[in-house]
């Protein structure tokens, strides 16, 4: 079996025709979703790209690999889905997106060059490179955001598109009044972006996926990472005016949200981009373009599907469709991600797996508090591997697969590290202090923060919409302290023992008393005499002859 | 400067005349304590050979660099003080032990050979070698327990000490009947090893330092590490008789603690080596002897003051006098180390800075509250560097060297990982779940065992011989509730962003608006027009040729 790992970036978990999103016709997931299962609870371990993709790749939460935030390397010789699936003869290959920044200081202390196969894979957290392309080829005053070459901006050159950056002049920007309409800014939205349809970034992944793919022999899991639906948001025709402000809901926000904030939750309430879609014309602009996105994507999604069913694949190829976080695109005042509201944290998850044993679950949705870090579990099983728990943090989502009902982890944990952002200047917290924890039970949602902070506390069973910090009063410090103390336990949880497995362990006991380690006897007889043998015997006289001083 | 850091294996706190032993005059420990300052809180951060090593070597927590234990491999990539140290231009050299498992899978993923400066390093937790040897050469039915070449028995067999491993059959045994009387057996601790004092292992590195020292160019930090007075218990003459029973104290223990003991506490209490160390004549055969390898271990190192002294270059030398961790000796009912009363989690600490800037407090103690992971944060400082505190988790003690009251640490913390020993099998506890944690205060000790157990409480104030474990009744619940907090706050802290230094991190602000990352834009008003000019201008055109589809 294959695995196809599609991630999309910055997808929101309900803008989705099979998450019942009330618009927005997606088949094509909704096909995905009816042979395999919805996971209708699954959070990422940090929403933010980088710090998320890490979580991913590596099975581990945030606090664990430390690539905290975007371009934070991920630490040289941290385990990846690479090192784990190669083990079982099963290749592991990147088409688009990472957002990993390489620990060159690390590769350079370790002796490894970035043009071996293992400094390409440390380099590339532990993928084997088809195509890379991170899709943020913003540029300004001081250079390229991304520093590497840009195939995708090549393939644009050679089709045709000029200048220096046609990623931004042509795929992500529409005409005004002759003038390029640059998709960075909103009211730009709604126009079609300058370039035909089939070069723009999804279909260019999805032909390059399938051009893998008809190559492709052995055993593979390839993770196929779109940069869209994220933002600069614009999409070519005839996407760009499919959806119109008719289908842009009310933002889901709320007066109280903005009375006496969390610090942390005020100083985002107030950035750029929150104050951007706290603006009505802002929303109807983003929006609509959001959807159109976002259907490309289905519609590319087709594409696979049906090369899978042409070439009789389907039947031996995994599928796994997700995100890496999702967009606050204005509700509770905010925009982009970072924050633990469901909108920003939660993510889809479409599981199909080929196999008989996952015949009794087609079609249906499953409700457990499912962790991104459960895919690299997952498809280490799926790869017929054991999960090598010690290193892996996450669980296999393999049984809920087959119909069973494991015995369940009781709450989920995400963090965010905003030490890089203006908002710990503004509050005042050090770099190391900048860190905010989720812990969600299923109904209770904790944020802790570092730094002297107060928590915020939501019930989502009472408040679904999450408008109601209950932290503010006092009425819920039973709940507050039950949910400290389940981040008190993740805090203590064993991460970083990774070169020595549960069983090694239990092979090692007992080991050193046939190894002559005995501290323990007053005269022998303590142990079988077989451990004393070679410590008895006729005394010997030393022979000293010249070499005594 | 260079650096001379000493380490002795299982030397008590309170076994030096310095530190008020009634019968054990150390005029050389005396003697550096009376130049520096003696700390009478040092904590190692788990009271176990290996992994307290590894602390010491790291500057991080156990759970942050995952060696948990003897013979758990440091992963791969770990930094450790020769990392530090030597950006800073000052060799790190290993002399002695370490108990160092060199992480061969890790290196072989990332293609490391041990015979490469970098892989020789990696396999040395970041130590050039000029001598390296555990001092642990058991050997039983199974082979040895350490498989390395031994440089000591090499020495001793070219001073005509015969057979496999004279190191069993002379240095570590007496005579008794013309039969070898093996050191492993308490019963023949009293009797002088078959071997001439100068061969015996202190001396041995204490030569291999003075001609380490008299070769060094440059500038160094020399890691001396003693094996002694670690078992086997045995000395040779003039040692093994300086002390008797009259010199041995009563056991520290206490009918209360065998009372309904907390689970862990109970099953040290009934292994072999603490059934042994019950026996009344266990003790007076094993701690005369103790005694004698510590009076043996002043004197060398009075030879090695005085090569510093004859050479002139004790005012250029920085001296570390400490230890791995402690031993019962029978206390409270136990032999060896592995739990947290002081006799096991507690070391000697000396560190004498010949600087001036360290005249203020020289032949001053000092009682804050020290963890063995501020060495290499002292170390580092020391060298003139800059403590990487995002790597280092401990702190530098120079402050208070120098006679400062810095903002320090209110809470220190220890921890035992006992997975691999027959206790956790005994108690039905998985190896991810047979892990301890100390929080210490200062006055209070929180031991907290993960899997469900209580935790043990003692108050060092009431009841300075930790006899009443105060979590058997319900009294102390909020000094309970108060030390898990401080727990807590440790389990959340950051110890894995290692890739990232603070101030990369501040100076990292804001820079993406410069390369032209700006989703927050409606209509490029928002930002100078210097950040949106690259998304300006006229409106080109494709050009289609011959490449297009």
Redesign the interface.
Known sequence: MNILFIMYDQLRFDYLGCAGHPHLKTPHFDRVAAMGVQFTNAYVQSPICGSSRMCYYTGRYA??????WN???????E?TLG?HLRKLGMDCWLLGKTHMKA?A??ME????SPD?T?GAR?AECGFDTWIRDDG?W????????DEKRSPYNEYLK??????E?PW???AN?G?TD???A?G????NAGEPA???E?DSETPWLTSRTIEFMEQATGTWCAHVSFIKPH??YIVPAPYHNMFGREHVPPARRHEVERENPHPVYGAYQD???A??FQ?D??REKVIPAYMGLIKQCDDQLGRLLDHLEATDTLKDTMIVLTSDHGDYLGDHWL??KDLFHEQSVKVPLIVYDPRSTAHPTRGTTCDALVESIDLAATFVEAAGGKVP??IIEGRSLLPWLRGETPDWRTFAISEY?Y????H??KLGV???DA?L?MVFDGRFKLI?A?GGMRPMLFDLIEDPDEFHDLAKGQAHQPQIEQL?GM??Q???R???????S?DD??A?????????????????S?VDE???????????Q????D???
Not at 184 to 187: K, Y
Request: hydrophobic share 30%; with cysteine.
């Open positions: 606090s664990s690999h430390g690539a905290q371009n934070f390397p991920l630490r040289v010789g385990q090192d620990d200081a690390g202390r370790l002796g490894l071996s293992i440390q943020l913003g540029y300004g005053p001081d250079g390229y955001y050679s089709k045709g598109y000029d200048g950056n931004a002049d042509y920007a005409i002759d003038q390029i640059s960075w800014m909103f009211r300058n370039i035909a089939q933002w600069p950035n750029k981009v104050k951007a603006r014309e802002v925009g982009e728990d010690h590290d030490s890089c952002t203006p710990a200047a050090e770099p190391r860190r924890f802790h570092e400290y981040l008190a993740w805090g203590r064993m991460s970083q023992r990774v070169t020595r549960e362990i239990k090692m006991r007992g080991k050193s008393l046939g190894k002559g380690i005995l501290p323990f006897m007053y005269d022998g303590e077989k451990y004393t043998a070679k410590y008895r015997g006729p005394v010997r030393r022979h000293v002859g070499t005594d001083a």
